[in-house]
């Protein structure tokens, strides 16, 4: 599969988000993290501002959903602009369902686990699913340590994909950067959430290419394909 790097604006300065939005137009994503204080204990942003990102910039967003009640608020995030939304398993009533109706309104559907939440039981999900996220952090605030344990759980997941010969990409974030991008992707990850790595450097742009070159490297040695996909 195709690397992929979604700079996380939630590493942003956001006095002026617009202007950071623009700043990484060589990825892929924008990644959007969504808060709720109820899911998770912080608060970030909501339908409104995902609604001024998707007028601000060219780059597709990819908002990811830390929220209860994902059943009842991420068709939303669809209808404000969103082109792949990310539930969490442990939040939604009706996983396959949810699925359906983000890709009936014209977006990407993508679930996402928690470190402590085994891949095994939502096996059968998986054709339901455009993308899987792997949280490499306990999700709720951005700048934590990469967790090292998640990386058999990405093999794993790998491993199903291809059991099924499924197209679904397979997403980290949490503690992305130069030093850990390589491990994720030799052990299957192909889509890659950076926020300080990123949105901390003088020039977010180059980091994006050098993020971008150092996953396509691993992920060539480990012998699966690499390329700058389409939207």
């Known amino acids: 599969m195709a690397v992929q790097i979604n700079p996380s604006i939630l590493s942003a300065d956001f006095s002026r988000l617009a202007e950071e939005a623009r700043a990484v137009e060589g990825a892929d994503w924008l990644h959007v993290d969504v808060m709720d204080n109820h899911f998770v204990p912080n608060l970030t ?9 998707s007028r601000a910039t060219e780059t597709p967003l990819d908002c990811h959903l830390m929220i209860e009640d994902p059943d009842r608020w991420a068709p939303q995030y669809v209808e404000a602009g969103a082109g792949s939304v990310t539930f969490h398993a442990e939040a939604a009533a009706a996983p396959v369902r949810l699925a359906r109706e983000i890709r009936a309104k014209g977006a990407r559907a993508s679930m996402a686990l928690k470190p402590a939440s085994a891949i095994e039981p939502y096996e059968d999900l998986l054709p339901e699913l455009d993308m899987l996220l792997i949280m490499t952090v306990e999700p709720g605030f951005g700048g934590q340590s990469f967790l090292d344990i998640m ?51 003088d020039n977010p742009e180059a980091a994006v290419r ?15 394909t690499e ?4 939207a």
């Not at 942003?45 to 990102?53: I, M, R, S, T």
């Not at 050098?210 to 699966?224: F, K, P, S, T, V």
């Open 45 to 53: 942003l909501g339908v409104p501002v995902v609604e001024a990102l």
């Open 151 to 201: 990386l058999p759980k990405i093999r794993r997941t790998r491993e199903l994909i291809g059991k099924h010969g499924l197209e679904l990409w397979l997403q980290v974030d949490g503690g992305v950067s130069a030093s850990t991008i390589e491990r994720c992707a030799e052990a299957g990850a192909d889509v890659f959430v950076a926020g300080s790595a990123v949105y901390g450097t």
């Open 210 to 224: 050098m993020l971008r070159h150092q996953a396509e490297e691993a992920a060539a040695a480990a012998g699966r």
């Open 227 to 230: 390329g700058h996909p389409a």
